[in-house]
């Protein structure tokens, strides 16, 4: 049976049920829920219950015109275009008119328009409030009539007005001022920084000035966040299709892990797919990676420019030798491990592990270009041979920095740092030993000059011994410890060991009373090394008896008497030999004689009786 008009009409306003009039006013019925938290973290502010509704009586019995109601839509009257749509759509599901097509584009033409309100929404103007409540009071009643299984009803009203949400959000996004790298290097941070600016000051405003226009069950604060994250995230991938540089990556993983607005923190896990996440975070690492071999040469380079230019190396506030580029490639590592491990903890041990490694590689092309530069000082003048001794002590120091500085990674790059710590007490050994090997050629000429018949009558040998020795000294006073004493202990055995040696060589033979004159004079020289080194901090205190010891044996009267002093000499000299003692007599006296014999007789038995016995020193065995 043909339903009537008034019936129609009646089903019109029954659609329109969840509102009424009160006092002449539209209000909305108010519900168990008309308290309202408005967002996430603002939980405590009441909403003012907002009137979604028209009135009942204002639904045309006559429509206007198609032509009118587009004019309607065009023009922002949205209540006045649905009102006389409604009324269109009852004429023609009662057959007396025929206007389903015209209706559908009607309908399309004004969803389209209360979209693209939705999507402006940031202006918050107050026609755009007003135009907002028609859009929320549209979309409820298109939902009723969906949920009641009214025919023909267009479906999708919340999923297009998120989808305009997001557009609008999307938008904003847009507006945010976006430099090229080559107007500023630092285009990205900027950017990004101005990006959760902008983030925030929308979602502030969509707290303040938008919850007023939508019901509670809208969520509409929960869905701005929702749709700016998702936009945030589109945003984000696009720009990753930018980034290049170091920090550039660092921005962005920043930006990501620690600058995200805060109203969005919650969606943060999912902001970017985990596959670019990691894409940015291994192009990052990589960057660090590439970053930290052209710092190594340049390092490398500001050095080279110190030895050619000859420049005097910086001390520290103790008086300390010491160069930047160790330091500056502790701070360089310690700045990436601090960077990456905020990100995440296996990146920074990633790019220890590989600074480390790297160190490995330039340490041996440091020490080679090093050489390579500085060898032609020692063929200059004294003060460039000076130069030369400073930089190895320099590079002593600044590689014992290097080492303790290293120790905070020992624990998560174990291997890596054992590795290292090699190759850096390799090269600390070689820079010692080029030392060595230079103080060695200075001394040795005048070394060889001792215990003869010309050293016996001058010290002009032994002056040009002490004057290099107290250079050394003075030199090394610039070493730090521990690297400072084992030098000087190792000068100091060196210098004993090759004044003594001068003993075993049997190059000269005291007559008659000159054995006398050389033991004052063996003496007094011991005695003035051991002090020289005791002031360059040298431990090796078991050396000083010896010369002692020898120059009793060398100014002892007559042979027999000489057994007695071999005791305290074998017992702490047990490595000293038959030939050794043999070598000292004949400097004393090369003469042939039975007391001689009986001398070498009890040196043997106190040797057969102290057996093999392991001592803490050995010296003797070191003398050819």
Same mark, same amino acid.
């Given at each position: ?105 009607? /309908? ?151 600058? /995200? ?129 400073? /930089? ?151 050396? /000083? ?80």
């Amino acid at each position: 049976m043909e339903k009537s008009p008034t019936s129609n009409v009646k089903n019109i306003f029954r659609r329109f049920s969840i509102f009424r009039k009160s006092d002449g006013h539209i209000k909305k019925t108010p519900s168990r829920r008309s308290i309202k938290k408005l967002s996430l973290e603002d939980k405590d502010k009441e909403v003012t219950p907002q009137k979604f509704e028209f009135k009942a009586k204002e639904i045309p019995l006559k429509p206007c015109s198609v032509l009118q109601i587009k004019t309607y839509i065009e023009t922002d009257m949205l209540k006045e275009a649905y009102l006389n749509l409604l009324s269109l759509e009852k004429l023609e599901k009662s057959a007396l008119v025929n206007k389903e097509k015209e209706i559908n584009l009607l /309908y399309d033409a004004l969803r389209h328009k209360m979209f693209a309100i939705v999507q402006n929404s940031s202006d918050v103007t107050s026609h755009n409030k007003e135009q907002l409540v028609y859009v929320v009071t549209i979309i409820l009643e298109e939902e009723k009539r969906e949920r009641e299984g009214e025919p023909g009803v267009m479906q999708g009203w919340r999923e297009a007005w998120r989808d305009a949400v997001l557009n609008g959000v999307r938008d904003t996004l847009k507006k945010v001022p976006l430099d090229s790298s080559e107007q500023n290097t630092s285009w990205l941070a900027v950017h990004l920084g101005l990006l959760g600016k902008a983030v925030g000051e929308d979602l502030e405003r969509v707290k303040t000035e938008l919850l007023s226009s939508y019901p509670a069950d809208f969520n509409v604060f929960e869905t701005y966040v929702s749709c700016h994250h998702e936009a945030v995230g589109e945003h984000l991938k696009r720009l990753l299709e930018k980034v290049a540089e170091l920090n550039d990556y660092s921005a962005l993983l920043d930006f990501i892990m620690h600058s /995200y607005p805060s109203d969005l923190q919650a969606h943060k896990k999912d902001l970017i797919m985990e596959e670019d996440l990691n894409k940015i975070k291994t192009s990052y690492c990589h960057c660090h990676k590439e970053e930290f071999k052209l710092k190594l040469e340049n390092f490398r380079t500001l050095e080279t420019e110190v030895w050619k230019k000859k420049k005097s190396p910086e001390r520290t506030e103790d008086g300390f030798l010491t160069s930047k580029i160790h330091m500056d490639i502790c701070e360089l590592i310690a700045g990436y491990a601090g960077n990456l491990e905020k990100i995440d903890e296996n990146l920074g041990k990633s790019v220890v592990s590989f600074c480390l490694d790297e160190l490995n590689q330039f340490y041996p092309r440091f020490e080679k270009e090093f050489s390579q530069h500085t060898v032609s000082l020692l063929t200059s003048d004294l003060l460039d041979c000076c130069l030369w001794v400073e /930089y190895h002590i320099t590079y002593i120091n600044s590689l014992s920095s290097l080492k303790e500085n290293l120790q905070c990674y020992k624990e998560s790059c174990s291997a890596q740092v054992e590795k290292l710590e090699k190759e850096v007490d390799g090269l600390t050994l070689r820079l010692k030993q080029t030392l060595m090997d230079h103080f060695k050629s200075e001394v040795k000429p005048y070394m060889d000059g001792m215990m003869t018949k010309k050293w016996l009558k001058t010290d002009e040998d032994f002056k040009e011994v002490i004057s290099r020795v107290e250079n050394f000294s003075g030199l090394c006073k610039s070493m730090r410890a521990p690297s400072a004493q084992i030098f000087a202990n190792d000068l100091h055995y060196y210098v004993a060991k090759e004044y003594v040696s001068q003993l075993m060589k049997k190059k000269y033979s005291c007559k008659k009373t000159k054995n006398e004159d050389a033991a004052i004079k063996l003496k007094e020289q011991w005695n003035e090394l051991g002090k020289l080194f005791v002031e360059m901090g040298s431990s090796l205190k078991w050396l /000083y008896p010896l010369g002692n010891y020898l120059s009793d044996i060398i100014g002892m009267e007559t042979e027999k008497n000489i057994k007695d002093l071999l005791n305290p000499l074998v017992s702490n000299y047990p490595d000293i030999s038959k030939k050794q003692l043999s070598a000292v007599l004949s400097f004393r006296d090369n003469g042939f004689s039975l007391e001689k014999h009986n001398v070498i007789n009890h040196f043997t038995a106190l040797k057969r009786d102290a057996g093999n016995t392991n001592h803490e020193h050995s010296f003797f065995t070191d003398i050819e």
